[in-house]
């Protein structure tokens, strides 16, 4: 089968910064990163060859629409420390226009995470992986988005939004990107059920 080549990872939405050390709470921080070392020594989350990172992860603050997630570029690095986790406050998927707070740049994924924690208040952490035996092996099997969406536009936000709709997405928590190759992403209440779900698939 011929598949798209993964993305070059760059951010495809305006971002806007303010730079500032943030202080995550324990309660985010340790779970988030606990999860993102296990991503990584699996090779989920890492780097290619050519040095661009992939893969990405994200907590929400509860009640609210703001979250922590692995910044832009981080993914070749094997320990992550608070810097690396920005704070997103605030996306609008229309304008393509993410608000985010914290010493490094959000996600290149950060609007996808958004789409998903728009669709339902008990989601409490997105992890999203590269996995070109998985992605394969599920692809059109899972929840799958449209092949001609590309990740990282408002676009693939919407398409996450409609396929959130869908019962099955919602039973296992867990959808393909079609037009993203090698993209797996998953959702749980907590960091731990949306990994373990993923890990689950990886027999």
């Excluded at 921080?29 to 992939?54: C, H, K, T």
């Excluded at 420390?81 to 226009?97: F, G, M, R, S, W």
């Excluded at 092949?147 to 396929?163: H, K, N």
Aim: charged share 20%.
């Amino acid at each position: 089968m011929n598949y798209a080549q993964p993305e070059d990872g760059s951010i495809k939405f305006s971002s806007h910064l303010t730079p500032e050390k943030l202080e995550i709470p324990s309660s985010f921080f340790a779970p988030l990163n606990q999860w993102r070392e296990e991503m990584w020594q699996r090779s989920f989350i890492g780097a290619y060859s050519d040095g661009v990172g992939f893969g990405n992860i994200s907590i929400r603050i509860p009640n609210t629409e703001q979250f922590y997630i692995s910044g832009s570029g981080t993914g070749g690095i094997p320990e992550l420390d608070q810097i690396h986790y920005p704070l997103v406050e605030k996306c609008d998927l229309a304008q393509n226009t993410v608000w985010c707070r914290g010493v490094v740049q959000a996600s290149s994924e950060s609007m996808s995470h958004a789409s998903i924690y728009s669709c339902n208040a008990g989601i409490g952490a997105v992890v999203h992986i590269h996995s070109r035996k998985l992605w394969e092996k599920y692809l059109d099997v899972l929840p799958t988005t449209s092949r001609e969406v590309q990740y990282g536009t408002p676009e693939m936000a919407f398409e996450i939004i409609r396929l959130m709709g869908l019962s099955e997405t919602q039973e296992q928590k867990v959808f393909v990107m079609g037009g993203h190759a090698e993209g797996i992403v998953s959702f749980g209440k907590t960091v731990e059920e949306a990994a373990r779900i993923l890990l689950a698939f990886d027999v």
